[in-house]
T-cell receptor
Framework: DSGVTQTPKHLITATGQRVTLRCSPRSGDLSVYWYQQSLDQGLQFLIH???????AKGNILERFSAQQFPDLHSELNLSSLELGDSALYFCASSVGAASSYNSPLHFGNGTRLTVT | AQKITQTQPGMFVQEKEAVTLDCTYD???????LFWYKQPSSGEMIFLIYQGSYDEQNATEGRYSLNFQKARKSANLVISASQLGDSAMYFC?????????????FGQGTTLQVKP
């Protein structure tokens, strides 16, 4: 058990809809990273929050947004969903950011999103 | 730009034999961390082993060892005495320090199948 909790495990929704994915990091971890894993794109970095502040954006679509709350949990909001958004979405946490390069990211079990 | 390359899309190994999964990386950072993760068919991302850019000794964790050759920018994973439960996708990743984010950059992965 990594200590990172992601809900829900599975999500099935229709095109055009909006969903929210939730992540609770390990106790004491200040960084939350979101990744998207699809068959054709591999593991793609979406966005990083550190202690409530956005630190970096990767290949995140404008239809997607995220935030990290004062209790450090994070939510990833996906709107105007398209078939191509179907993927496994991971949240990962770490105690720090760049200075913690010698520590692993700990991953949640992911949310499998299916857009029909 | 930082990059991780895994050139073996799929590998087979006989149970109880050793197998090496290749990984090369490219970075201009002096400080970085190299990681291997295992993703079984159930989907979770499991941290296996870590090697720091300043570490002179190769990392070992049980049956896993990391063959780190800094000059060649390679960080190959060696799994000894393969077991059926080792069948999974394996990802090499690098945690960067530039950009003040510490995000993980992943390779495309290698699917390992262990034959009985």
């Amino acid at each position: 058990d990594s200590g990172v909790t992601q809900t829900p495990k599975h999500l099935i929704t229709a095109t055009g809809q909006r969903v929210t994915l939730r992540c609770s990091p390990r106790s004491g971890d200040l960084s939350v990273y979101w990744y998207q894993q699809s068959l054709d794109q591999g593991l793609q970095f979406l966005i990083h929050y550190y202690n409530g502040e956005e630190r970096a954006k990767g290949n995140i679509l404008e239809r997607f947004s995220a935030q990290q709350f004062p209790d450090l949990h994070s939510e990833l909001n996906l709107s105007s969903l398209e078939l191509g958004d179907s993927a496994l979405y991971f949240c990962a946490s770490s105690v720090g950011a760049a200075s913690s390069y010698n520590s692993p990211l700990h991953f949640g079990n992911g949310t499998r999103l299916t857009v029909t | 730009a930082q990059k991780i390359t895994q050139t073996q899309p799929g590998m087979f190994v006989q149970e109880k034999e050793a197998v090496t999964l290749d990984c090369t990386y490219d970075t201009s950072d002096q400080s970085y961390g190299l990681f291997w993760y295992k993703q079984p068919s159930s989907g979770e991302m499991i941290f296996l082993i870590y090697q720091g850019s300043y570490d002179e000794q190769n990392a070992t964790e049980g049956r896993y060892s990391l063959n780190f050759q800094k000059a060649r920018k390679s960080a190959n994973l060696v799994i000894s005495a393969s077991q059926l439960g080792d069948s999974a996708m394996y990802f090499c990743a690098m945690r960067e320090t530039s950009g003040n984010t510490g995000k993980l950059i992943f390779g495309q992965g290698t699917t390992l199948q262990v034959k009985p």
